[in-house]
Nanobody
């Protein structure tokens, strides 16, 4: 019902920057929460940053001051600008949308992207 297309990611040296984007498509009326999670090898998936429709933003302590999340409510797209990257940021980054209100229904759904890999070399 909701498809997510992630782009960005790749290989970057420590101290560098990368940007991620995630576009949601489908019969979407609105999306309450859009965000990014990541999973490093051998670790559990963790929150990176989320943003609500009203503009509230929450960041993991490990990325505060380095990452910036933003969204376009018309295009249903969420962005993650990552600066001052370190090898500890190496992970697969997953886009998530939650509280998606669909057109012509009272149902709300959530969805995950397939993930995009970010590798930071030292």
């Amino acid at each position: 019902q909701v498809q997510l297309v992630e782009s960005g990611g790749g290989l970057v040296q420590a101290g560098g920057s990368l940007g991620l984007s995630c576009a949601a498509s489908g019969r979407i009326a609105s999306i309450t929460t859009m965000g990014w999670y990541r999973q490093a090898p051998g670790k559990q998936r963790e929150l990176v940053a989320i943003t609500t429709f009203g503009g509230r933003k929450i960041y993991a302590d490990s990325v505060k001051g380095r990452f910036t999340i933003s969204r376009d409510n018309v295009q249903h797209t969420v962005y993650l600008q990552m600066n001052s990257l370190t090898p500890e940021d190496t992970a697969v980054y997953y886009c998530n949308v939650d509280g998606v209100q669909l057109l012509d229904t009272i149902d709300e759904v959530d969805s995950w992207g397939r993930g995009t890999r970010v590798t930071v070399s030292s």
